[in-house]
């Protein structure tokens, strides 16, 4: 699996001019599947992005976590993120899940986000989204399970 997390001040995803998901402080996450990973990627994955301390404690260093903070999650399946674009001109996705195991995976990632006690909100999976964010830093990460 492999994440791009931006830490927000607020974000939303609308679908044919509808909110389908919106927070307030807390992590964009946009998800994205390989054809190999399991549910013990979506576990460590899941663990990782909600343990990060990157929000600043009172003296302006990155030592508070999600919970610190009361923040929130928005999850969106981004399948993009495992495009090749090493040769040609055109993207490659033949690294990316086939559309029913990345959305069983997808949909366990936001259940097991929400078990951690986190409002955890979602865009439509393989849906035409439009996400709106203020990104707070800008503070954007990558992780990826295959380099753990």
């Known amino acids: 699996m ?10 939303s995803v609308t679908v044919d001019n509808q909110i ?6 807390g992590f964009l996450v946009l998800l994205g599947v390989t ?3 399991t549910e013990k990627e979506v576990d460590w994955l899941a663990k ?3 343990d990060l301390r990157v929000f600043n404690d009172s003296e302006d260093k990155m030592n508070l976590g999600l919970k610190d903070v009361n923040g929130e999650l928005l999850i969106i399946s981004q399948f993009t993120l495992y495009g090749n674009c090493i040769k040609g001109r055109r993207p490659a996705f033949v690294d990316a899940a ?7 995976l997808y949909e366990k990632f936001l259940k097991k986000c929400k078990d951690f006690g986190f409002k955890t909100e979602a865009g439509i999976f393989g849906a035409d ?7 707070d830093g800008p503070v954007t990460l990558i992780i990826d399970t295959e380099q753990r």
């Open 129 to 135: 989204m439009k996400v709106d964010l203020l990104n």
């Open 48 to 50: 990782k992005i909600t």
């Open 35 to 37: 054809h190999t990973d």
């Open 98 to 104: 086939k559309p029913d195991l990345a959305n069983d």
């Open 20 to 25: 389908t998901g919106e927070i307030k402080q």
């Open 2 to 11: 492999r994440a791009v997390i931006q830490r927000v001040k607020r974000a």
